[in-house]
């Protein structure tokens, strides 16, 4: 009797365990509610009113665990029409929640609301959302973080405290109007004014000393950086003077840990770094410095942001205390950007595996960079020539979103013929010497095209930077999916030499990456998310000038590989 009563409780304790292991695993809902509404700030001396998520700059941090579900309610309180983009979450038969207006969504409109509903699946660590329409997201942006699930560690050592820093960029002019004149002339938009740290410029820049950010640390300690760069248009070094970084994460999937004294992100990247304070209290204050990375030919915000970096003392003041400033690359400095980029590699382990696609289904190569659109008729413009307006393609399709419906939803409902066709190039369609001397027709096509991709096709897409109208990085983002990054380098890629030279053991895995200036990267996915997903550069002036193309992955035969149905307050257009 005895035995049996044991054996009872230990199987009762051990379907608790299991319940609770459940539980644990499939997370909890949280709930969130985004009011847009305007917001008189002041920077730079100067005040204007600009677009917030509750009244707040940058926008309120997001948390979650990884297995939690989302539920966010935007509602729209300003003229502007508004959307809202999780950026590398990975919407697993949710692309209703993706965010990206006229992609999977109409936008929300004055007066309307959305709740974005998602559920976290295998991702941990820094993301970041922001709006997807124009350039709503100059302002309308923020942190989401996603912890490990509960009892999980860090595969690193645990921090004392975890501390988000968005970069970004200040306009003292509305940046739609920048966006407007731009395509209107058809010259380059004018430079932001400043780049801040959590939405301060710093000291700096004129009249800004009361707007530093700063980072109060204790000695001894070790801090977590979520770094995250949601400027418009400028990859950015970072740096703390006197200090070294140690990167642990880039885009949401930890990588071996390495060390470094700058840090590179390009626009829509995000990387944790580990902050090992100094042992004992130094008799100093310490500049953390941020500014371009940029080798193109426009016009950009070459200005630095600075934060402080001060260590608390009990009994000490830092008014007199004098400040160490750190030194960064020139701006134009690729070599630079190469040796940190080809730093990252994914932990590979056995709790967080490099699952990098083997073989290949499909195999694609495009060209991504600048071009011209023809000046219309009886305009003198301001792009290349007065008769030429800027564009950007992706294998010279310049891309042209819908406006009086979504991608998805016309796919959804099959009535995607006059919405967008399916024959976007494999390749390009004119071959030339992609680094070399450009030709001299810089024209693009444009065009609303897409790639179709059966369920679960492995994929290889080459991404190959572009002479025309300068050489530059890009900084490609791909939603609905991680990728491997499995090779890159400089000049034309060789398809008979460079595979061979491919690490299909521990790429990193990222959803954003640098299409090095003069260069090409490749990178392996597998396409296991219904929906249409966006692809596009990340700097925001190429996106409106058509950089962008879309994914549309069918449903597989099984009921977990199918599309859910829209939510019945979806955006209507």
């Not at 847009?36 to 509750?54: D, E, G, S, Y």
């Not at 008799?283 to 016009?299: C, H, S, V, W």
């Amino acid at each position: 009797m005895v035995t049996w009563v044991l054996h009872y409780l230990l199987v009762a304790f051990l379907i608790a365990i299991s319940y609770n292991i459940d539980a644990a695993s499939a997370g909890i809902t949280r709930h969130y509610q985004f009011d847009i509404q305007l917001k008189n700030i002041t920077r730079l001396c100067k005040t204007k009113t600009i677009v917030t998520v509750n009244g707040k700059f940058p926008g309120p941090k997001v948390t979650a665990r990884e297995g939690d579900n989302l539920q966010i309610k935007v509602v729209n309180h300003v003229s502007n029409n508004i959307s809202i983009h999780w950026h590398g979450i990975r919407q697993l038969r949710s692309g209703w929640a993706d965010g990206p207006s006229y992609v999977t969504q109409c936008p929300i409109r004055t007066g309307q609301s959305y709740v974005y509903n998602f559920t976290v699946t295998g991702q941990r660590g820094t993301l970041w959302w922001h709006a997807h329409i124009q350039w709503m997201r100059a302002t309308v942006y923020g942190p989401l973080i996603i912890l490990p699930k509960l009892h999980q560690p860090y595969p690193f050592p645990k921090p004392y405290k975890q501390v988000p820093i968005i970069f970004g960029e200040w306009f003292n002019a509305d940046p739609q109007a920048v966006l407007q004149q731009a395509l209107q002339t058809g010259a380059g938009p004018n430079a932001s004014d400043a780049h801040t740290f959590n939405g301060l410029p710093g000291p700096l820049y004129n009249c800004s000393t009361k707007d530093t950010y700063k980072l109060m640390v204790k000695p001894g300690k070790t801090y977590l950086l979520r770094l995250i760069n949601a400027a418009l248009n400028d990859e950015l070094f970072f740096t703390i003077a006197n200090h070294t970084l140690t990167v642990v994460e880039a885009d949401a999937c930890y990588v071996k840990p390495f060390q470094t004294n700058t840090v590179l992100l390009g626009p829509g990247q995000t990387t944790n770094v580990l902050l090992k304070t100094k042992p004992i209290y130094p008799n100093a204050t310490f500049y953390m410095l941020a500014r371009p990375y940029f080798t193109g030919q426009g016009i950009i915000d070459n200005t630095t942001v600075a934060g402080i970096l001060q260590y608390q003392h009990h009994s000490k003041s830092s008014k007199n205390l004098s400040i160490i400033k750190p030194s960064l690359p020139p701006i134009n400095s690729t070599s630079y950007a190469a040796n940190f980029t080809k730093m990252f590699r994914s932990l590979a382990s056995s709790t967080f595996p490099a699952n990098v696609p083997k073989t290949v289904d499909k195999k694609y190569f495009f060209t991504v960079g600048l071009g011209t659109n023809p000046c219309p008729k009886n305009q003198t413009c301001q792009g290349p020539t007065n008769t030429t307006k800027f564009a950007a393609s992706i294998n010279n399709v310049s891309f042209i979103l819908p406006n009086k419906t979504s991608l998805l939803q016309s796919y959804f409902v099959g009535k995607s013929n006059n919405v967008f066709m399916t024959d976007f190039p494999t390749g390009p369609i004119f071959p030339f010497n992609y680094t070399g001397t450009p030709p001299n027709n810089t024209m693009v096509s444009r065009g609303t095209k897409v790639v179709v991709l059966k369920y679960n096709t492995t994929v290889e897409l080459v991404l190959q930077g572009t002479s025309i109208l300068g050489i530059e990085a890009h900084p490609i983002h791909l939603h609905g999916f991680n990728f491997y990054v499995v090779g890159q380098g400089f000049g034309n890629f060789n398809p008979a030499r460079d595979p061979k030279q491919y690490n299909l053991v521990d790429p990193v895995e990222r959803n954003t990456i640098n299409v090095p200036s003069g260069g090409w990267v490749a990178i392996r996915f597998l396409a296991d998310n219904p929906g249409v997903w966006l692809m596009h550069c990340h700097i925001e002036i190429h996106l409106s000038w058509g950089l962008t193309m879309a994914w549309v992955v069918l449903d597989g035969d099984l009921p977990n590989q199918k599309l859910l149905p829209p939510p019945s307050d979806f955006p209507k257009c």
